[in-house]
């Protein structure tokens, strides 16, 4: 069962602020800084897939960074060399100590959680490529993040030292095909820019909320929460892995379009079916070419239509003019459950990514209100939302329920 304790600490991160020892011209969270990193160590794992011909366990990689990023709140705001000097003198004690905080919000997680978790702390021999894509990750995200640090103060003591400290790291994983391709291609830096400049839109821009989150943070939120959903169905391996790809970019066309708000859409009869047109216009045009071809036909089949169950008719293989494929067979997520959870069928639960992204959303608007922030825009989008998930069952999922712990 999902609780709510899981979905809350989740939150806690986009209260955490990042370089707060420098001067900053936007803020910087902890949950943007997770979300970047995943969107990389994606690309760098599929760069170690496609050109090295080199496995990547994508559950594990998945679970890895949720792993990682639960223990990073749990041990707050800490300068990274600090962090890495305890982990490196303590870490068995402190990793001991994290889930112990963890437990009462981890122990009913299906899908063995607390078990693979521990596996993945404790044993240094365990997952090594997975955890190597996910510590060049983090500095690649860090990079990004410290080149508008550097820029706003050249000339700040130490800031050398860290310059090079960063440097130093991603060089130490420069044998991965990701990195080199940060570094000197400019197509693929291009496509993790734009990503990182989600950062910069926030939600709900209407009104003013606590903690905020930017549109990059609800993507990696809205991934989580499908990577719970998809567990608690017993999905199988690439069910699990698109259901969290898929969700990770949901929103990245609004890199090229900014965040239009659902009421807006709605407004006008047709609007909806015009912007999603734009949007894959947009796509074509801006993104696509950024990425290596062979990527197109399972990138569109996971973010075109996000919010569409779907399988891949495993007898029927084929990709139509546009690069998308066709041989997606539009399904429900009980349809899934029942006859499609197989790895063959490359099953996409979009109900459940709407679910989770409407969940994430209503959470938004409810932990600003319990701050005391709340506004007509978050307590009539917060009343909305709820009327309309709180019956609604999906694949075996008591959504309502989960919207109840907020209510």
Same mark, same amino acid.
């Given at each position: ?11 806690? /991160? ?106 993945? *702390? ?99 939120? %809205? ?11 017993? /999905? ?9 790809? /898929?969700? =990770? ?14 009421? %807006? ?45 779907? %399988? =891949? ?17 539009? %399904? ?45 825009? *978050? ?29």
């Amino acid at each position: 069962m999902i609780r709510e304790a899981i979905l809350r600490t989740f939150y806690d /991160a986009a209260s955490m602020q990042r370089w707060n020892d420098h001067i900053r011209p936007v803020e910087l969270t902890e949950l943007d800084k997770q979300a970047h990193k995943m969107i990389i160590a994606f690309v760098v794992g599929r760069f170690e897939e496609t050109v090295k011909n080199s496995p990547v366990n994508w559950r594990i990689l998945i679970e890895g960074s949720i792993f990682e990023f639960l223990q990073r709140i749990i041990i707050t705001d800490i300068k990274p060399q600090v962090f890495h000097k305890i982990i490196a003198e303590k870490g068995d004690e402190i990793n001991r100590w994290v889930l112990d905080q963890l437990k009462d919000s981890t122990h009913e997680i299906k899908g063995d959680f607390v078990k693979r978790f521990k596996q993945y *702390l404790f044993d240094k021999e365990y997952a090594a490529i997975e955890k190597k894509i996910l510590r060049a990750s983090h500095y690649l995200a860090t990079s990004w993040e410290f080149g508008i640090i550097y820029h706003m103060s050249p000339r700040s003591l130490g800031i050398e030292e860290t310059k090079r400290a960063i440097e130093n790291e991603i060089a130490h994983h420069d044998d991965l095909i990701g990195v080199q391709k940060w570094v000197y291609d400019k197509n693929i830096y291009g496509f993790l820019d734009i990503c990182g400049t989600l950062r910069f839109q926030q939600r709900w821009a209407q009104a003013q909320r606590v903690p905020k989150t930017s549109v990059l943070g609800h993507m990696l939120i %809205v991934a989580m929460f499908s990577y719970l959903c998809s567990i608690e169905v017993d /999905a199988c391996d690439k069910r699990l892995y698109n259901n969290y790809i /898929a969700a =990770l970019f949901h929103d990245l066309p609004e890199a090229l379009t900014r965040d239009i708000v659902s009421p %807006v859409k709605r407004s006008v009869k047709g609007l909806e079916e015009i912007l999603s047109k734009y949007e894959q216009e947009q796509l074509d045009e801006k993104i696509f070419p950024l990425l290596p071809p062979s990527w197109h036909e399972e990138i569109r089949y996971l973010i075109i239509e996000p919010f569409n169950s779907r %399988v =891949l008719d495993a007898d029927t293989v084929g990709v139509a003019p546009c690069g998308y494929p066709n041989n997606v067979i539009n %399904v429900s997520s009980e349809e899934i459950n029942s006859r499609f959870n197989q790895d063959k069928y490359s099953p996409v639960d979009g109900e459940i990514i709407k679910a989770c992204d409407c969940l994430a959303a209503y959470m938004e608007a409810a932990l600003s209100i319990e701050h005391g922030i709340a506004s007509h825009h *978050l307590t009539e989008g917060k009343k909305s939302i709820y009327q309309k998930w709180k019956d609604k069952h999906i694949a075996g999922i008591h959504f309502g329920q989960i919207f109840d712990y907020f209510k």
